[in-house]
């Protein structure tokens, strides 16, 4: 391939407005252009915002509003979407392309309207078209209002640490050769940290992010992944790491000197800069559950510096030149460090879980494959398609309409109501070897339809179909409870008794472990349609997802919004 790409000719226009908890109103433009940016010694054009790899941060306050203009200039066609906001009443502003927009085509625009209620901590802004998210991605921070503080000591310095993914080819080429071939997509060629690759990559030294810190003071690191598909270990060498917030969350605060985050889920810790000062590696390499499958098998690195550190003098061992200390990372394919974490993670005092629940939901998760076209032989196993679905369903997005201008226009022919609330076939789901019968799926464009105000229990179980593997799952316009998780077959039997119904963590995306289960709980107090997917992009370009459809309640203030006059045509 030659040494220069294209990823993206795309200029995106935002134009925000947010009320930071007064009555002033504060304007930003945006723009999202293509711009040279070398990596890994290679040129390549890719989409910026303000000329900036990651995009710009977002800063609000709990209780502000957006306004945010977007205007397409590119040859693809692009949405947005400000993954884990809950949207309430807004789901027009959600953004996954078909889901409830159509996208917006090159020349076209939309402006994005919501209001942030009830959520403190950290998110993150993410195009949802189809692999657009592997550069355009940017971290949105939600302070407290005005007057109110954090529910821990106030730290003397804030940083962000995004997690990213890097191809040496254009993303969306990526994901359509893959298309075409039924084969897995190409893995990357690097992670980064903050856009950078770190100085373990070749030609990549002089762009290390340094992170600096003072000696004896608290830090707090907001950490994003936004990788596009991998789970990934992090650490910081000679630290130790106190977990205060998760997916804009607050949690009770433990310990750890490993985080495992996933695609789509954020971490918020506390770091005291309690070390020598020297300089140390902060950190991420792949967590890899699949079997004998390819991954992208290298570390990125930014760089922890104390400003105390000596200056580069001669004979001097501990110089800012000299060689950062590298932290331990677990091993790729060990999974003890992972579930660890997550049973760390609780809410910092009992949690006003619901009790009482109205619908009871099994979704299996999964791979699984579609015969390969006659007379081809397509890079799937056994010469097949890769697909992946849940309860059996191949999600299709539709493409002449969204489902949520279906759903309240009440067109017909655009989705089903009859995604089953169970397995449509019961059997060993985490055996080792699952029968070929059952790997494939039925295509199908699918949602599952409550009532308002209805209490939604949903036990998500992997299984083994072609292989087991560890799915984040992302719920739009809920956050939800995440009440337990196992390995092996979920039994309602004796694992309900193991329910935290006490202090649950509240996330918008779990981590569903390998060959195991988790059970989630909420109310479905947002009307709208509400995608619920893996965020590993690969497998939600296979099918691995469904739609939830929560209906109107009573009155407006329990109805979906109107939608805007300018809501992108189809």
């Not at 205007?71 to 400000?82: D, E, G, K, M």
């Not at 692999?131 to 940017?138: D, F, K, P, Q």
């Amino acid at each position: 391939m030659g040494a220069c790409y294209t990823l993206v000719a795309l200029s995106l226009l935002f134009a925000i407005a947010a009320q930071l908890g007064t009555a002033e109103v504060h304007y930003h433009n945006f723009v999202v252009q293509a711009k040279p940016v070398k990596r890994l010694c290679k040129t390549h054009n890719i989409i910026t915002v303000n000329g900036q790899y990651p995009g710009p941060t977002l800063e609000v306050r709990n209780g502000d509003s957006l306004v945010i203009k977007v205007v397409n200039r590119a040859r693809y066609n692009v949405t947005l979407h400000w993954h884990g906001i809950r949207q309430l009443r807004t789901g027009w502003a959600d953004g996954p392309e078909f889901v409830t927009q159509c996208p917006i085509k090159p020349g076209g625009r939309y402006t994005y309207r919501f209001t942030i209620k009830g959520q403190e901590g950290t998110l993150w802004w993410h195009a949802h078209s189809s692999w657009l998210r592997a550069t355009v991605y940017g971290a949105l921070i939600i302070y407290p209002e005005l007057n109110k503080h954090y529910p821990f000591n106030k730290p003397k310095r804030e940083a962000t640490v995004i997690l990213g993914e890097w191809w040496d080819a254009n993303p969306i080429d990526v994901v359509n050769r893959a298309a075409r071939t039924g084969a897995a997509p190409n893995v990357s060629n690097a992670y980064t940290i903050n856009g950078q690759p770190g100085d373990l990559y070749k030609c990549s030294s002089k762009g290390t992010v340094i992170v600096p810190v003072a000696s004896g003071q608290t830090n707090l690191l907001r950490i994003i992944n936004a990788a596009l598909n991998q789970e990934l270990y992090f650490a910081i060498a000679g630290h130790e790491l106190i977990v205060v917030a998760a997916d804009a969350s607050y949690t009770k605060p433990f310990t750890t000197s490993i985080l495992m985050i996933a695609p789509g889920q954020t971490t918020d810790v506390l770091l005291i800069a309690n070390q020598p000062p020297g300089r140390y590696y902060i950190a991420a390499r792949a967590y890899v559950t699949t079997q004998n499958a390819a991954f992208d098998n290298t570390t990125t690195t930014a760089i922890l510096e104390y400003k105390s550190a000596p200056c580069p003098s001669k004979g001097s061992s501990t110089t800012k030149t000299s060689k950062p200390i590298f932290p331990s990372l677990p091993a790729y394919n060990d999974s003890g460090p992972a579930t660890a974490f997550a049973a760390g993670i609780r809410s910092p005092s009992p949690a006003p879980v619901p009790n009482n629940v109205d619908v009871n939901l099994f979704f299996t998760v999964g791979l699984g494959t579609f015969n390969c076209p006659r007379g081809r032989t397509c890079g799937g196993p056994n010469g097949n398609r890769f697909t992946a679905s849940m309860n059996n369903i191949s999600f299709v997005l539709p493409r002449n309409l969204s489902m949520l201008q279906a759903h309240q226009f009440g067109i017909p022919g655009i989705f089903t109501t009859d995604f089953p609330a169970f397995p449509p076939v019961q059997f060993d789901y985490t055996a080792a070897n699952v029968s070929q019968a059952l790997w494939q799926p039925i295509p199908g464009t699918k949602v599952f339809k409550v009532k308002y105000g209805s209490t939604v229990q949903i036990v998500l179980q992997d299984t083994n179909i072609v292989t087991g593997e560890n799915h984040p799952i992302h719920l739009h316009g809920y956050d939800f409870y995440i009440l337990a998780q196992g390995f092996g077959n979920f039994n309602p039997r004796t694992d309900t008794q193991n329910f935290n119904l006490i202090d649950p963590p509240l996330r918008n995306t779990v981590a569903v472990p390998v060959s195991g289960w988790a059970v989630i709980r909420f109310v479905a107090d947002n009307p709208g349609v509400w995608l619920m997917h893996c965020h590993l992009d690969v497998h939600i370009t296979w099918g691995l997802a469904m739609a939830l459809l929560v209906e109107n309640g009573v009155g407006k203030l329990q109805s979906l919004e109107p939608p805007p006059a300018d809501l992108p045509p189809c």
